[in-house]
């Protein structure tokens, strides 16, 4: 939805409301005007209920205001003396237009000075379970997010079964587009195949202010920008076509931001023109084939084992068996390998042919030997031609929803002959470690800044072996309240909250033992 149709709903929203309730709020004391009035409506209602007003805030914050409008319904009949368990089922299954009934059927008396306390224990367990559900919903949606790292694209930067906490707050959190959505679950509901949202209707993209922008080799989570996941498929049995906010989670390693110009010379980042220097924690990791010299007994199981060389890795040749293929490996470890008695040589694969697949998709480039591309940046304006489309196609179409058309040598954008196009917002390269193991924007392209989820800052829990059966779990205690950005190796802090936590409880076993005494 647009601006313009989001104020169209907004006051229809506002007239409904009015003619719902300006009798309740004349019951109420209150003048039948101060129903129409928005925004002061809210206000005015949190004062008949009896609740505070910056409940009102509540309301305009999306998926919090999913589980607020009910709550405020059930708050205004009972303010009214409806508090029978029908009452409540009847204003919640009707979305609230049972206030319309009451207020033009009923003789309503206005309870002043109603009791708020929850009349038993069930009726307080539901009112904590639902103020607990809104603080957590809010902490999940604009300041932390918990992830867990899914692939090894980030080996050895961030390992599978690495559990985050992802900052909405660094980058600017970004208010859900989905309106209609159960809180704090992504695209599916839990222990189900359905979809856990509406994707109707959407809110045009705003991002809070963030305290710093991405930088070149920050790792990223966003939302993958080409899902085609098919949990959801229409009818025709195509891709699933999902609102921004419920794509895919992704996380990789930023490695060129809007203005740069990127390629990739034998599997190496190079920057306008200079290689892309990364920080002490990341590992790039390549594929290599060590050959051997057949004679001299290697004790591989150990060497794989002391290294923690987790991908794929086989004999090209089962029967000479004289040339390892290791699907990832870092360049240390590379060295380590190249001074290993009965190995002869150790080298990285580097792709040299035209590759299928490879963004933008003209059978130009490969994974290794890619570009130079621009990073489009938002305001910046390029030559638009049959030459240039394919790199900025889908960012016009797809992802600023232009309409453009192509006839002949003709490139046509809402209606009018283009050769130029002016970019609306910001883009991004990113791309993981494990670079001959990993999905990204070598395959699909840029990322645009709305799909930005947030920073991952923080490992809170790390579990080795959790694809596999869980007699086989492991917990990486060195990984365990580790941070992810920083310099040096990582360090984890888990034995220092340890020690506070445990200084928390002898504080107050002691604070509790001295005011015992005290009231004595």
Same mark, same amino acid.
């Given at each position: 939805?647009?601006?313009?149709?989001?104020?169209?709903?907004?006051?229809?929203?506002?007239?409904?409301?009015?003619?719902?309730?300006?009798?309740?709020?004349?019951?109420?004391?209150?003048?039948?005007?101060?129903?129409?009035?928005?925004?002061?409506?809210?206000?005015?209602?949190?004062?008949?209920?009896?609740?505070?007003?910056?409940?009102?805030? /509540?309301?305009?914050?999306?998926?919090?205001?999913?589980?607020?409008?009910?709550?405020?319904?059930?708050?205004?009949?009972?303010?009214?003396?409806?508090?029978?368990?029908?009452?409540?089922?009847?204003?919640?299954?009707?979305?609230?237009?049972?206030?319309?009934?009451?207020?033009?059927?009923?003789?309503?008396?206005?309870?002043?000075?109603?009791?708020?306390?929850?009349?038993?224990?069930?009726?307080?367990?539901?009112?904590?379970?639902?103020?607990?559900?809104?603080?957590?919903?809010?902490?999940?949606?604009?300041?932390?997010?918990?992830?867990?790292?899914?692939?090894?694209?980030?080996?050895?930067?961030? /390992?599978?079964?690495?559990?985050?906490?992802?900052?909405?707050?660094?980058?600017?959190?970004?208010? &859900?587009?989905? !309106?209609?959505?159960? &809180?704090?679950?992504?695209?599916?509901?839990?222990?189900?195949?359905?979809?856990?949202?509406?994707?109707?209707?959407?809110?045009?993209?705003?991002? /809070?202010?963030?305290?710093?922008?991405?930088?070149?080799?920050?790792?990223?989570?966003?939302?993958?920008?080409?899902?085609?996941?098919?949990?959801?498929?229409?009818?025709?049995?195509?891709?699933?076509?999902?609102?921004?906010?419920?794509?895919?989670?992704?996380?990789?390693?930023?490695?060129?931001?809007?203005?740069?110009?990127?390629?990739?010379?034998?599997?190496?980042?190079?920057?306008?023109?200079?290689?892309?220097?990364?920080?002490?924690?990341?590992?790039?990791?390549?594929?290599?084939?060590?050959?051997?010299?057949?004679?001299?007994?290697?004790?591989?199981?150990?060497?794989?084992?002391?290294?923690?060389?987790?991908?794929?890795?086989?004999?090209?040749?089962?029967?000479?068996?004289?040339?390892?293929?290791?699907?990832?490996? !870092?360049?240390?470890?590379?060295?380590?390998?190249?001074?290993?008695?009965?190995?002869?040589?150790?080298?990285?694969?580097?792709?040299?042919?035209?590759?299928?697949?490879?963004?933008?998709?003209?059978?130009?480039?490969?994974?290794?030997?890619?570009?130079?591309?621009?990073?489009?940046?938002?305001?910046?304006?390029?030559?638009?031609?049959?030459?240039?489309?394919?790199?900025?196609?889908?960012?016009?179409?797809?992802?600023?929803?232009?309409?453009?058309?192509?006839?002949?040598?003709?490139?046509?954008?809402?209606?009018?002959?283009? !050769?130029?196009?002016?970019?609306?917002?910001?883009?991004?390269?990113?791309?993981?470690?494990?670079?001959?193991?990993?999905?990204?924007?070598?395959? +699909?392209?840029?990322?645009?800044?709305?799909?930005?989820?947030?920073?991952?800052?923080?490992?809170?829990?790390?579990?080795?072996?959790?694809?596999?059966?869980?007699?086989? +779990?492991?917990?990486?205690?060195?990984?365990?309240?580790?941070?992810?950005?920083?310099?040096?190796?990582?360090?984890?802090?888990?034995?220092?909250?340890?020690?506070?936590?445990?200084?928390?409880?002898?504080?107050?076993?002691?604070?509790?033992?001295?005011?015992?005494?005290?009231?004595?």
């Amino acid at each position: 939805m647009t601006l313009y149709l989001w104020f169209i709903f907004f006051l229809a929203v506002q007239v409904i409301h009015f003619l719902g309730t300006w009798k309740i709020y004349e019951s109420a004391g209150r003048k039948r005007w101060e129903a129409a009035i928005p925004v002061y409506n809210a206000i005015v209602l949190m004062k008949i209920i009896g609740r505070p007003t910056w409940w009102t805030l /509540l309301l305009f914050i999306p998926i919090i205001n999913l589980i607020m409008f009910p709550v405020i319904w059930v708050e205004t009949i009972r303010s009214f003396g409806k508090k029978s368990f029908l009452d409540t089922v009847l204003v919640i299954g009707t979305l609230g237009f049972y206030i319309f009934y009451l207020n033009y059927t009923q003789t309503l008396v206005y309870e002043a000075d109603r009791n708020l306390d929850p009349e038993h224990k069930a009726a307080d367990t539901i009112s904590s379970l639902l103020f607990a559900i809104i603080v957590a919903t809010i902490v999940h949606t604009y300041f932390i997010q918990p992830y867990t790292i899914p692939t090894s694209s980030l080996e050895k930067s961030l /390992l599978v079964g690495d559990f985050l906490f992802v900052s909405k707050m660094n980058y600017g959190a970004r208010v &859900p587009m989905t !309106t209609v959505a159960m &809180p704090m679950v992504h695209d599916t509901i839990p222990l189900t195949k359905r979809k856990s949202y509406l994707t109707w209707p959407q809110l045009p993209y705003l991002r /809070l202010p963030g305290f710093q922008t991405i930088n070149r080799t920050d790792i990223v989570v966003f939302n993958w920008p080409a899902d085609t996941v098919y949990k959801f498929r229409d009818r025709s049995g195509l891709r699933a076509d999902k609102p921004i906010d419920k794509k895919s989670n992704y996380v990789k390693r930023c490695v060129g931001v809007p203005g740069d110009s990127l390629s990739i010379k034998d599997g190496l980042v190079y920057i306008n023109g200079k290689e892309l220097i990364l920080g002490d924690r990341a590992k790039p990791q390549f594929s290599y084939n060590v050959v051997l010299d057949g004679k001299t007994p290697i004790d591989f199981e150990y060497l794989f084992k002391d290294m923690d060389i987790t991908d794929g890795a086989g004999f090209l040749n089962q029967q000479t068996r004289d040339t390892l293929f290791i699907s990832a490996l !870092t360049a240390v470890n590379a060295e380590r390998f190249k001074n290993t008695p009965g190995i002869t040589s150790v080298n990285r694969i580097i792709s040299k042919n035209v590759e299928e697949g490879i963004f933008p998709h003209i059978n130009k480039w490969n994974r290794d030997n890619f570009g130079p591309i621009y990073i489009p940046q938002k305001g910046k304006t390029v030559a638009l031609n049959l030459e240039t489309l394919p790199f900025y196609k889908t960012i016009i179409s797809d992802y600023e929803k232009k309409d453009l058309k192509v006839n002949g040598n003709e490139i046509r954008i809402d209606g009018k002959v283009a !050769t130029t196009y002016t970019f609306d917002q910001n883009y991004y390269w990113m791309m993981g470690d494990n670079r001959h193991n990993s999905e990204d924007s070598r395959y +699909w392209g840029y990322v645009p800044e709305n799909h930005i989820v947030g920073k991952p800052i923080f490992i809170w829990m790390s579990i080795d072996g959790i694809n596999g059966p869980k007699s086989n +779990w492991k917990i990486r205690w060195d990984r365990v309240f580790t941070t992810v950005s920083g310099e040096g190796q990582p360090q984890s802090y888990f034995k220092y909250f340890l020690i506070a936590l445990a200084a928390f409880f002898v504080g107050e076993y002691f604070w509790k033992k001295r005011k015992a005494k005290k009231e004595l």
